[in-house]
């Protein structure tokens, strides 16, 4: 073990030593005798193996002041099948100088799963009433387990759970700034997953390299399987917004950002038929109706995404709904057919999107004529069942089926619901071991991918993700949590939670966050309907808005929505407010966050535009008064304006804001410069903007009605592209309708 210290020395926490070994399937353990040798001009260190001419263990660490990069090759050397159960890499002596019961883990699965940050390193998680656990005073949250009690030894590792989860762990001591932090490079084959304790030396991190959906994986003579981590020193394992940052430097070298191969989601929403209480209640002469008033109300609005409904058997079949063809489309909702439905959205101008579940209804014709096609899934789903997708003639039909949905019925762009499970759980489910779930998984995205073009969007759906950004090398956005558009109180905190530990990676640029739809919230009073719409807006993943919009006559909603996607811009990065991920009992979000534009444009910095946008939060059951300065949101010790973004009600030259907030209730305000012309607020996207003493010059972005400028001098004279047009000006607010995309210009 003292082999590897020289290369852990920087990593200042403690004196770590380690050990590499080979699990085979049945439980086996293989330590061999590794061979040594470093190279410190490079800073590189190589550690070998052939062991009794059955496999060849390489690992090559790159090591550079207190991160390591390590890259491990294995390879079947044997003339004969071998059965790997895992790669293990184990870690001991981690410490902070700190009292050990301090000690503690962080991984953005905990809160996912329990409802909770932070776990001290001896804390029994599954059996919180444990008598060892009463020293630590902490009583996890029983929110979403799905795995209970008792569990298997492998599904309580920490990372092994199917939720998709941010791939690393931080390894601190409660009293300290200091932590040791661990991270995926590759998820080619195999998925990292943890085990925590303490011995005499400090804390033990055992990392395991293993295989989802198998038991082992069976690898072929001459098979090659390649797996790279990061481990690094951190000195802000106090902030939960820098924990992960030098990781995340690493990961963007290894993984495209690109959106999920499209922005399509950055600047544009899609309308959504499922929540607001539609649910399968939908027909093509519903769906029209709100497409027509979207494109003439809700111009970032792009694409109308049909839920399930569309199928006789409901209920996440449509990926099985192509093997009976015809006979299973709704033809009483859609009576001329799928592809009628879908022409008919292009027609008006909006683009189709499809919803498809990835299980089938254990009565479907399918099912019945091909059994053998399915997983046993019953420890999770007791309403359908999941491919196996490790047979050949289940992935031909898989890609029929997927051919069929969106080239023939003329779909572009999917919501993947109900998908993950055949290829992200830690149980024996395939038939053939041959291959990893993960090497499935980026062969149905890459199939996936084929039949969608360039700017269309890949929603993942359930089984709800927590931000893994090797996904967004093909799904455009991911939603984190539960559908809250009916709502529902509860769910809407839980969702929160799980949100504020996705957003505080900082990775919207590799993978956009989607919080589910804004719409007229059926099941909220105005306070919540308005948290949920300010919390999707500052934290820019407003990815769907719902309902039908199109026979409301709640016109204030109507107006808030339209204001509040004028510019989504989802995947910005937001910034929490002083919020201690570490507290005892853990607290859903922080009382602000930030982003640092405005609402209304992309533009960072701009002299005569805010420079934050900054949400105030209640989540409590009881009124309090929440406050914000400008100095957290590193503005400095400047006097500014803080202008509500929904009242209009404005605070001058002031450096802080204090609002009195109902229980549930929130506040939304653009901060601005105190100095030069100022526009405060619109309801337009806002491309480029420059100003004088005598004019301001606006680039537009879409064609809209009612437009809207908060303005801190009135304009004389209004020009679109040079041609005059008319406006009315009330107060600070000038009124008026923008032709299109062009330059706008205000004479004052």
């Not at 090398?473 to 939670?497: C, M, S």
């Not at 020009?719 to 000006?729: L, M, S, Y």
Request: charged share 25%; hydrophobic share 35%; proline share 4%.
């Amino acid at each position: 073990m003292q082999n590897f210290n020289s290369i852990f020395e920087k990593l200042n926490c403690g004196k770590i030593a380690a050990k590499a070994g080979v699990v085979f399937a049945g439980g086996e353990k293989v330590l061999p005798d590794y061979t040594y040798e470093l190279n410190s001009d490079k800073k590189t260190m190589y550690v070998r193996v052939e062991h009794e001419n059955t496999f060849r263990d390489t690992l090559v660490f790159d090591y550079n002041g207190d991160k390591i990069l390590a890259r491990r090759v294995f390879e079947n050397i044997s003339d004969k099948e071998i059965r790997i159960k895992e790669l293990a890499f184990w870690i001991s002596g981690i410490g902070f100088d700190k009292d050990k019961d301090d000690d503690y883990f962080y991984h953005i699965e905990n809160s996912r799963v329990f409802g909770n940050n932070t776990f001290p390193i001896d804390y029994d998680r599954f059996h919180h009433e444990a008598e060892g656990n009463k020293k630590f005073g902490i009583v996890p949250g029983d929110t979403w387990p799905d795995m209970g009690k008792n569990s298997e030894p492998i599904e309580a590792r920490i990372g092994s759970t199917y939720f998709q989860p941010f791939p690393a762990i931080l390894i601190s001591n409660y009293q300290t700034k200091k932590g040791l932090v661990h991270g995926t490079l590759s998820q080619d084959v195999c998925y990292h997953n943890y085990d925590v304790s303490h011995d005499d030396s400090g804390v033990c991190l055992d990392i395991y390299s293993s295989f989802m959906d198998i038991d082992a994986l069976t690898m072929e003579p001459g098979r090659v399987i390649v797996d790279e981590w990061y481990l690094g020193f951190t000195d802000e394992a106090d902030d939960i917004e820098r924990i992960f940052v030098k990781y995340s430097d690493e990961l963007r070298k290894k993984l495209p950002i690109m959106y999920g191969r499209s922005d399509a989601n950055r600047k544009y929403v899609a309308w959504g038929s499922w929540n607001d209480g539609l649910w399968r209640n939908i027909s093509e002469d519903l769906i029209v109706e709100e497409a027509r008033y979207l494109k003439d109300h809700f111009p970032t609005a792009a694409w109308v995404q049909m839920d399930d409904g569309y199928a006789i058997n409901n209920w996440c079949h449509s990926l099985g709904m192509p093997y009976a063809g015809e006979e299973e489309v709704d033809h009483e909702k859609f009576p001329k057919g799928i592809r009628h439905y879908s022409d008919e959205l292009r027609k008006i101008g909006i683009r189709p999107a499809l919803w498809m579940g990835g299980k089938v209804p254990k009565e479907a014709k399918i099912v019945n004529e091909h059994p053998e096609w399915f997983l046993d899934y019953a420890h999770v789903l007791k309403t359908g069942l999941p491919f196996d997708v490790s047979r050949e003639d289940v992935r031909e039909y898989m890609l029929s089926a997927i051919k069929r949905l969106f080239l023939e019925y003329g779909f572009d762009s999917m919501k993947m619901d109900f998908w993950s499970h055949p290829f992200e759980d830690c149980h024996a489910l395939y038939s053939d071991t041959h291959h990893s779930g993960y090497e499935y998984r980026r062969w149905w995205l890459e199939a996936i991918r084929e039949v969608l073009p360039r700017d269309g969007y890949l929603q993942t759906g359930c089984d709800i993700a927590m931000g893994n950004p090797f996904l967004g090398e093909f799904a455009t956005n991911y939603r984190y949590g539960v559908d809250i558009g009916h709502g529902n109180w509860p769910t809407v905190k839980l969702t929160i939670l799980w949100g504020v530990n996705c957003f505080a990676t900082h990775t919207g640029d590799m993978f956009v966050p989607n919080s589910d739809s804004i719409g007229l919230f059926p099941g909220l009073g105005e306070n919540e309907a308005m948290f949920c719409i300010n919390f999707c807006l500052v934290t820019h993943s407003m990815v769907e808005i719902a309902g039908q919009l199109s026979k409301s006559d709640n016109k204030e909603r109507l107006h808030t929505l339209k204001k509040a996607i004028c510019n989504p811009n989802n995947g910005q990065d937001v910034y929490l407010v002083n919020y201690d991920y570490r507290a005892k009992e853990t607290r859903p979000m922080p009382d602000a966050m930030y982003f640092k534009t405005p609402h209304f444009s992309v533009e960072e910095g701009n002299a005569s535009m805010p420079v934050v946008t900054v949400g105030l939060f209640n989540v409590d059951d009881e009124a309090r008064t929440v406050s914000v300065k400008a100095s957290d949101m590193g503005l400095g010790d400047g006097k500014f304006t803080f202008t509500n973004v929904w009242t209009g009600e404005q605070f001058r030259n002031v450096d802080s804001v204090s609002v009195d907030l109902d229980c549930r209730a929130s506040a939304l305000f653009a901060v601005s410069r105190e100095e030069g012309i100022q526009l405060y607020d619109a309801n337009i996207r806002v491309n480029a903007l420059c100003a004088d003493e005598k004019s301001m010059t606006i680039e537009t972005d879409y064609a809209q009605k009612e437009c809207e400028l908060k303005i801190s001098r009135l304009p004389k004279k209004m020009f679109f592209d040079g041609e005059a047009i008319d406006f009315r000006a009330e107060g600070d607010m000038v009124y008026f309708d923008l032709p299109g995309k062009g330059t706008l210009t205000l004479e004052f």
